[in-house]
């Protein structure tokens, strides 16, 4: 089990990939370094922002086994481990620990639609298979089944449950879980739309669980730094108010369009999305990269601002 309660910016991961289209392990070394330089608490490798869904059985366990020889101490790496079944799920998480995972994060299996009761028992049922340290994605828009604070807070009982990451737009729901005192990490999304970040941490949130780290991770690491004092809400306050035009831009097209899109063109080791996803074009791109100036991100992490017409040849 992971040596003590995970806390600040848990960053989900892009997957790197080669000009050929073959995922980028040397890519994926410098991006991890990069993470773990700049403060980010745990990575999230093969998640919605990872394009997990349209990567090979094949490459998602070559994933695990590569990256996992990769990670350090001080930076946990965690799998998406979701699969279209309990029982394929659990194999995934299985081997996952096998090959030196230090946490799996599950969200319900996509598409089925299934009853949230249902849902609720997979999750369980995972749990009972495996010691490996879990974490629950409730992401309603993705997978359609939405828990409630109810099946969550039961769920939670589970000792091998480490984090939840909230991905409604339900204040609410993220109140009743931190009221019930839980001993898993309550983490958010990053996304300003969402509306989930201030309150999450205000009112005693353990950090988000974010994608924006992957461009800016001091700033997120700010950003998600619990509470203890004034002096935590007064930093969170100047950047999340300096980071917002970022945010919104990390979001404006659908996971991970926008956030890879810009990686590539600042020069960051990402290469491109797979198909059927797409770039963005050059005016969505140049919003991306003057925001970058703006907030001098180039100048914080060394990233090439280039000419629009230059990183769409």
Not at 107 to 129: G, K, M, S
Request: glycine share 6%; net charge neutral; hydrophobic share 45%.
């Amino acid at each position: 089990m992971l040596d003590k309660k995970l806390s600040g910016s848990f960053v989900a991961l892009i997957t790197p990939f080669n000009k050929d289209g073959s995922v980028d392990f040397a890519a994926f070394r410098s991006l991890l370094k990069f993470q773990e330089d700049h403060g980010t608490a745990a990575v999230l490798i093969m998640g919605s922002t990872g394009e997990t869904s349209m990567l090979s059985s094949e490459e998602k366990k070559k994933i695990i086994v590569e990256t996992a020889k990769m990670k350090t101490a001080k930076m946990p790496i965690f799998f998406g481990c979701t699969a279209n079944n309990t029982e394929a799920t659990i194999a995934n998480v299985k081997f996952a620990k096998d090959n030196g995972a230090d946490g799996a994060i599950l969200a319900a299996p996509a598409y089925i639609c299934a009853p949230e009761a249902d849902i609720e028992r997979f999750f369980l049922d995972v749990a009972d298979a495996t010691d490996l340290p879990l974490g629950i994605y409730n992401n309603p828009p993705r997978v359609k089944s939405d828990l409630h604070w109810d099946h969550l807070l039961r769920i939670f009982k589970h000792p091998n449950y480490v984090v939840h990451k909230e991905s409604t737009a339900r204040v609410g729901q993220v109140a009743q879980v931190l009221a019930a005192k839980p001993t898993v990490s309550v983490m958010c999304c990053d996304s300003p739309n969402l509306g989930l970040v201030v309150p999450t941490m205000s009112l005693g949130g353990h950090g988000t669980a974010n994608m924006t780290g992957n461009i800016a991770p001091a700033e997120l690491a700010v950003m998600s730094t619990p509470w203890a004092s004034y002096v935590e809400a007064e930093s969170f306050k100047v950047t999340y108010l300096r980071l917002l035009p970022l945010l919104h831009f990390t979001y404006s097209a659908i996971n991970p369009v926008a956030v890879k899109s810009l990686m590539k063109a600042l020069g960051m080791p990402s290469g491109d999305l797979r198909k059927p996803l797409t770039g963005l074009d050059a005016v969505a791109l140049g919003k991306g990269l003057r925001i970058v100036a703006d907030l001098e991100l180039h100048k914080a992490y060394g990233y090439k601002l280039k000419p629009i017409s230059a990183v769409a040849a």
